[in-house]
């Protein structure tokens, strides 16, 4: 081969190492983004890191001896084709994990991966400048496909590789192209190196170890996704309000919000027949109900089963939740299709903020609210809030309060009960057992005492019949009201309560 | 290389700062208002143009000049108690202290913002809160019931120091001597909560016209508050430190400038207790104390209340004169009784017959100036889950007050999709005079930076990215200081008693400015009125 086609092929090189270089840059930011959020900041630390790495590698470019400049190139570009193709798939593993050392290596593997890209250009400048190339025209050169390599990146990556490949393919799939110029230097370059048989086969090892990867990706974020979870992940979404992780393992389907379990479908019916029918079941005249909470549509399932209710409303922040259980077909066979019932509305708000606007009236109220494991979800647990409840609430309807475990929780439990009371309402508190959560518990709450539990249901039921009901509102010796304050908004005590009781839980 | 410039230019447009030091690139595409209420026409007053003759004359029995808590707390009592013959001037600084804003349904305060339990002197503002439903029973016990929206909500302080969060504002962490100080002097005002002068009454209270007369206690206002704790060994720099922020936070002033009957009296006074909440909670509204506010306008009604600026008050014979200009003129209003609810400082220049009635200038209350910002935020920023956003967080070693959240009594199922910040600074450092001539030409950017020191201490520049508007307001001349001596003012005291056919109401008239003492001169003053 000519000499001048061998020069044409060094720059053709710098295309590629370009794009590379450009390519895990963003898939860093991406990948961080996805994962911590705040897409400006990670953009913009993960670029100023790498810029920086990157002079770094331009300095440390002069100490390469003259004689070395070609096998340090390849060598620099089986570590760049390592570092940056197994970057998304090592970031990925080291979140599922070990979350706490991601930033760290996340800046570590930016900030390699950017000294050795700003080594490349530097030593391909060299390599043409010992081949007698006219300076001004090599830069000119070089800088041109420098800059072509980032623009062919920068369009290729948010359209098509990122929505086609993913992030961890993409990563491999640079990776590659770093090694495909590694291999191809060696060859073209034989004569020139200093140990090319010893360069070749490092070549063919690192071309062996990303194309078995390429290979495995899904496999590997599969299993990164069961590290996190347990089960396989069968949609994965965040929402501006939420983290919602769908998995299934052999037929159990298991929703999971910012990473909490919210129900299994193994035994979710436990906990929805539990939470409706004691309410339902005792209001055959009940036309109307409001569910709060419980995007999932199970609560709404079980409340569909009863042909007298006339309109179900449906109160769920996020659209996205609603959505997903409202179109995804292993999801609709859960629910039944509950949220595409005609006699089901759907209303995308702040529950709590939707109680203040709104004046309807309902016979039954449904209230499956986040457990009061924070300040800001400890205040639908008090006074105003279940005031605000009666105010729906018809004269002789019921509502009905998820309220934490009573074995695992007492002082939660009970405190929401004292709640509800200083409230004004008569409460009646039962409990089920969900295997998924363990023993839990439920609140009703009425104008007025005298609630009577079901001695019977007309509908279909798996969990609940008349020897299952009388169980659960009665209190065995081990979970025996305890003596506990109501939740007062200017302290919060069930906040402090939840913390205590699960505190004694974990262990 | 050209790739470096393309991104440099990406970092600069997703709003990075990159270069240290340009603090002028903060203020970048940010909408800022800068509000001077009441300035354009308490200026022109103070200068003195010639009104034009009054196009109108109307008689009426009361007027009330000023629509503050003084004005407006006059007018409720009033028409609660059946009166009918009176109007409200609002003033060009309608809801004074108390006024409140909102970026589109987002409100905020430009003032104060809460108000401490109601202690059982304070009857007359237990009254207005039992009729707002503030009070849900027990209004004239020990302990009443509060609406629990109202009081404040868990978690109420925190204090950043050395870029943490710590629960509560007095500062831990600062050695066993700043810890054993703290609790000496939390006991020693405890005991000072029930101490009783040689005439029985409460040596502090609100309202301060209740407290002891004993001349023992009263010696008190003779030296300044830094001094006395000095002389009672408290040395303590945490301690010092929330002792000066405490008296900057109520009074606008330092230790140095404080009394030291007045620095006693911020903790002492409040003896309030709720039947649902622990003492020291607050009564707070996403508008500060604007809803209070409200209330007693809707009771008085919107036929009472006229827009227009007081510029002349003379008293003729038992007739008095109150000459005031609106959109279309200069009016007249004719009344058997005129209740002066606006600042001294401003009454001063309205009435001529000033220093007839006893009160010279020199008699003026030192006004401290203040700088509220409001931000309105896209979203709120990252908070430490193990110290989440408080209501009210201040910042430990600051000259600035710290900021409240506005939407923190909000009961919600998920964080508000927006929210505002609300800052504080009072300049205590500086002699106001010094400060206004500032304040009147200070730049937006300027003022911004000031108002923003503390959010910006905290959250760092990227706080920058969540601010959609904000908005600043100065209050140059906004509160009474209570310097030592100010008990003995005589000028206050002869207006405090006047009741001719020109009364008195406003929290100067205490030489302290809380919402209870400006009720309470509101109040008496509606009492001189019924009474005669």
Sequence with gaps: MKACMRDRLLILSVFVVASCGLAYELIAGALASYLLGDSVLQFSSIIGCYLFAMGVGSHLSQYVKDERVLDTFVEIELLVALLGGLSASALFAVFAWSGESFRLTLYALVFLTGAMVGMEIPLVMRLLHQREQRFAELVSRVLTFDYLGALAVSLLFPIVLAPRLGLARSALLFGLSNVAVALWTCRVFRAELLRPTVQYLRSLLVLLVLGGGFIAADELTRWNEKAIYGDDVIHAETTPYQRLVLTRWKGDLRLYINGNLQFSSRDEHRYHEALVHPVLGALPWARRVLILGGGDGLAAREVLKYPQVQQVTLVDLDPAMTGLFSRSAPLLALNGGSLRNPRLRVVNDDAARWLEQHAEVFDAIIVDFPDPSSFALGKLYSVPLYRLLSRHLADNGLAVVQSTSPYHAPRSYWSINATLRAAGLATTPYHAYVPSFGEWGFIIAAHRPGYTPPQAYRVPLKFLDREATRQMFFFPPDMQPWRVEPNQLNDQRLVHYFEQDWSQVIR | ?532
């Design chain 2, 1 to 532: 290389m050209q790739r470096r410039d393309f991104l440099r230019t990406a970092a600069a447009l997703a709003g990075l700062p990159l270069l240290a030091g340009c603090q002028q690139l903060l203020g970048w595409g940010l909408p800022v208002d800068v509000l001077r209420p009441g300035m354009a026409a308490g200026h022109r007053l103070r200068d003195a143009a010639t009104l034009p003759p009054p196009r109108s004359e109307r008689r009426v029995d009361t007027v009330i000049v000023g629509s503050g808590v003084a004005g407006l707390f006059a007018g409720w009592r009033l028409a609660r108690e059946g009166y009918r013959d009176f109007v409200l001037l609002n003033g060009p600084e309608p809801d004074g202290n108390a006024a409140a804003g909102a970026f589109d349904g987002w409100r905020y305060p430009t003032g104060a913002h809460y108000l401490p339990l109601p202690s059982p002197e304070s009857a007359h503002v237990r009254t207005l809160l039992a009729e707002m439903g503030v009070i849900e029973a027990g209004s004239d016990s020990l302990r009443p019931t509060f609406d629990e929206r109202v009081l404040v909500h868990a978690p109420d302080e925190r204090l950043w120091r050395d870029g943490q969060w710590q629960d509560g504002l007095l500062p831990r962490g600062l050695g066993a001597a700043d810890d054993a100080q703290q609790q000496r002097f939390l006991l020693h005002v405890k005991q000072l909560q029930l101490q009783h002068g040689a005439d029985g009454r409460r040596v502090f209270t609100v309202p301060t016209a209740l407290a002891s007369q004993d001349p023992a206690w009263r010696a008190l206002d003779r030296q300044s508050f830094a001094s006395w704790l000095a002389a009672h060994g408290y040395t303590a720099p945490g301690l010092l430190w929330y002792l000066d922020y405490c008296c900057r936070d109520d009074y606008g002033s330092t230790l140095a400038h404080t009394s030291a009957w007045a620095g006693l009296h911020y903790f002492a006074a409040r003896g309030g207790h709720a039947a649902n909440a622990e003492d020291g909670a607050v009564l707070t509204w996403p508008d500060g104390l604007n809803p209070l506010l409200r209330h007693m306008r809707g009771r008085i009604g919107p036929d009472k209340q006229l827009d227009g600026a007081a510029w002349r008050i003379r008293q003729h014979g038992k007739q008095v004169q109150v000459d005031y200009i609106d959109a279309t003129g200069a009016q007249r209003l004719i009344a058997r009784r005129v209740i002066v609810a606006t600042p001294l400082h401003v009454a001063w220049h309205l009435l001529p017959q000033l220093p007839a009635l006893g009160f010279e200038r020199a008699h003026l209350p030192p006004r401290a100036p203040w700088l509220v910002g409001n931000v309105l935020l896209a979203r709120f920023p990252a908070e430490p889950a193990s110290q989440p956003l408080a209501w009210d967080n201040v910042v430990y070693g600051s000259r600035s007050l710290g900021y409240v959240v506005a939407t923190h009594q909000l009961i919600r199922a998920a964080l508000p999709e927006r929210t505002v910040f609300t800052t504080y600074h009072a300049f205590a450092d500086a002699p106001p005079a010094a400060t206004r001539p500032w304040l009147a030409a200070a730049s937006a950017d300027a003022l911004f930076e000031q108002a923003t020191a503390d959010l910006y201490a905290v959250y760092g520049p990227r706080l920058r990215r969540h601010m959609l508007a904000a908005r600043l307001t100065v209050r140059a001349h906004a509160m009474a200081s209570p310097q030592p001596g100010f008990l003995a003012n005589p000028g206050l005291a002869a207006l405090r008693t006047a009741d001719g056919p020109i009364l008195f109401a406003h929290a100067d008239l205490s030489g302290l400015s809380l919402f209870e003492e400006a009720a309470w001169w509101g109040d008496v003053a509606a009492q001189r009125v019924l009474a005669a």
